[in-house]
């Protein structure tokens, strides 16, 4: 087949697979986990049921699927935060915020616990927390050999301090307040 006909069917497989996506977690949220069904779905995206079994088997693997593409996302967004310009401070101080506004979107999906306790079982997510924990120790590590952080406790576990305190970001309810416990766990980092 030629290039072009490859990429263009490729493109609009990657195009329904996302719209599927999309409509699900919108109708999880509109309605909650066990009232949704694969004709709803079907449905919502425009496209007949026999179509969307080709590409999911039910809305549980549709969830896992929507969630891995968040976590990619997520990461990929406090790669680029421990990226931009400025020190070590600066970089840290960029990741653990964008870190607590990730909490803070999440939590205004309305999921419930059924549904997060459904995704948050899936092996990419460890993975994913794996990946996280490294990189916020590596940003905690160049903070402290540039004396911005404190150095009486491991880098490990003041990654770990960093991510449990920044998950209370899910329960506030501003950006002002999203920042000052951001500034609130800085300030447990800082040197002495």
């Not at 066990?34 to 999911?56: C, D, H, N, P, W």
């Not at 120790?137 to 449990?164: K, M, N, P």
């Amino acid at each position: 087949m030629p290039r072009l006909w490859n990429e263009t069917i490729e493109a609009h497989r990657r195009t329904v697979h996302d719209a599927i996506l999309d409509a699900t977690v919108e109708l999880v949220g509109e309605r909650g986990l066990l009232a949704v069904t694969m004709s709803q779905i079907a449905e919502k995206t425009g496209i007949g049921r026999a179509t969307l079994y080709k590409y999911f088997p039910d809305v549980e693997t549709i969830l896992v699927a929507w969630h891995g593409r968040q976590i990619a996302g997520h990461l990929e967004h406090l790669a680029r935060a421990g990226e931009r310009e400025g020190d070590a401070g600066q970089r840290l101080e960029a990741m653990l915020e964008t870190y607590a506004f990730i909490h803070q979107q999440m939590a205004g999906h309305g999921f419930g616990p059924d549904l997060v306790a459904l995704l948050h079982r899936s092996h990419d997510v460890g993975h994913a927390r794996h990946q996280l924990h490294a990189a916020l120790r590596d940003a905690l590590a160049d903070a402290v050999r540039t004396g911005v952080v404190r150095d009486d406790v491991a880098a490990d576990e003041l990654a770990t301090f960093c991510l449990h305190a920044l998950q209370a970001a899910a329960d506030l309810p501003s950006k002002a307040a999203v920042q000052r416990l951001v500034a609130l766990t800085l300030a447990g980092l800082r040197a002495r």
